[in-house]
């Protein structure tokens, strides 16, 4: 049998300079001799420790298979090591994504996003790894579905034999935390049916149809609804195979070349443009935004890494950037105002129980002319009929 390589992704915001406007380098640092040491004991193969905005990533190979206890407390203790650094600077929310002390083998449901994959390496295996900033993990769903299912985007879809039976989507109800897998293009209309709605359902990986060959993996942790309050919003990774039967890296690039409107800007509250960025434009000032993507992409061989190649690093994208620009100055006009503010139910923030309770006695029966009949949640997610 041949030898399997695991790619993980590993990010948690264990404190930023500024805010929450940047990763600070002795965080980085600190993170980065702990991965060494494991590489030294042998139970990571190879490392790259880099940051999105305000979140610190670690991304590393290994052979140990995904949701390994190991290399789990490996990334535990680095996010630890960096707190420690990052509350002697005073750096802003230190330790802000670890929701718990207790490690107990797996760092999944303990605050930090997880996105791994396991797989038998091809001959020349690239992968690109997205990394985003203030934004959730719904927003993969727009360019994964674009990469996967849209022969207007993925040329190979159409023209390269290997990929022309399409893909599977995982899609997961992170409320009720149950799948579902879809098939595209047959099944795409109820693909986007509930893909449109990226705050509750979440595409988690992607596999290839005649094979199912995993294609892509997204970290899918909300921390809302870990914590049960706010903390810091999602901010998502995503791991995507490319080339030789997967789509090209241009493919998966591509959706990125429109900045669609995520969730998750100024206090995890407010839409905004997801503006695809070099490492070095990997921090956020204007309103703590507008949301941001860096795309990394690397070979993996032998179980190693080599790279990075900092792929939105490209006049290409500069377009892109500037049309982000103007929808951010365009939704920064409305203020408090939805759509630029979340819905209600979807706000990290709010002070709307505290107003309600406050005027309650002051709200008084009104003739409207007609009795209202309101649809209940439940009946427009078509549950109960
Ligand atoms: P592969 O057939 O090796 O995936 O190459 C396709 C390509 O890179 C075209 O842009
Ligand atoms: P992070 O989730 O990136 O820490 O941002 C929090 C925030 O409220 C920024 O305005
Ligand atoms: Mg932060
Ligand atoms: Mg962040």
Redesign the pocket.
Known sequence: MSVKTTISVIKA?IG?LA??HRVHPDTILAASRVLAEAKRNGIIKSFYVTNA???LQLIMTHHRGVDNQEVHSVAWNAFKEATKVAKELGLY?AG?DLLSDAFSGNVRGMGPGVAEMEIVERPSEPIVIFMA??TEPGAFNLPLFRIFADPFNTAGLVIDPRLHNGFTFEVLDVYEGRAVELNAPDEMYDILALIGTPGRYVIRRVYRRPDREIGAVVSIERLSLIAGRYV????PVMIVRAQSGFPAVGEVLEPFSFPHLVA?????SHHGPLMPVGLRDSK?SRF??PPRVVALGFQVKNGELIGPADLFDDPAFDESRRVAQQIADYLRRHGPFMPHRLGPEEM?YTTLPEVMKKLSSRFVQAEMGYKPVVKRSEELSGEHD
């Open positions: 915001d930023s805010g929450h905005g305000d979140d929310a802000q900033d203030k810091g919003k999602d901010d998750g800007w100024m206090r995890g956020v703590d935004g990290e």
